[in-house]
């Protein structure tokens, strides 16, 4: 487990690596403005609460328990690597939009972003599902609400400016399963 915790924390520097490489870019072009403290803030806060919700996923007892299990978790862990990686790629993706050398639109950026986040929670939640065995019914309802205001934000970006914008939103939408889940657990 810790191994696997230590992997996922390299992993997700990757996405502070794509935020640092899109407020570069920005800056170089358009200088410090409250878009490059907005994009500053979304990047890191996404990558934060990908760390946040990966490291609640409680599966100690259940690995423990059944060596299958522990199995699976281990093995289908190189998706887990995948999404955090890609949702890195895809921060760094916002620089080349705002370099100028990107051949996708703002929106279509911002579905790369939002795609990778999602991907993550679905297949972090996935696992979690598969190794714990509980009905987790309502903690899908977290995820849908993540895709719909992911969808949302993807429709208000009609340019490049709105991007910056845009991806606060995505940040929010980063945290509804972090928030979810915590309250839920509560209950």
């Known amino acids: 487990m810790e191994r696997y915790g230590l992997l996922v924390i390299i992993t997700l520097g990757e996405g502070l690596v794509g935020t ?3 407020v570069r870019a920005y800056t170089e072009h358009s200088g410090w403005d409250s878009r490059a403290f907005l994009l500053v803030l979304a990047g890191v806060s996404i990558t934060g609460a990908l760390w946040w919700f990966y490291f609640s996923l409680d599966v100690v007892a259940s690995i423990k328990s059944s060596r299958p299990r522990a199995f699976a978790w281990g093995y289908l862990h190189i998706f887990v690597f995948a999404t955090l990686a890609a949702t890195g790629a895809a921060l760094e993706n916002v620089a080349l939009l705002f370099e100028g050398e990107s051949h996708l639109s703002a929106a279509q950026t911002l579905v790369v972003v939002c795609s990778t986040v999602m991907f993550f929670y679905l297949i972090a939640f996935s696992l979690y599902q598969l190794v714990v065995r509980m009905n987790l019914g309502l903690y ?7 895709g719909l205001l992911m969808t949302l934000a ?3 970006t009609r340019s490049t400016d709105q991007l910056a914008w845009t991806l606060l939103l995505v940040m929010v939408a980063a945290w509804v399963p972090v928030v979810g889940t915590a309250r839920l657990r509560a209950i």
């Open 140 to 146: 899908w309802l977290n995820l849908l609400v993540t």
């Open 20 to 22: 640092t490489a899109s």
């Open 154 to 156: 993807v429709a208000l």
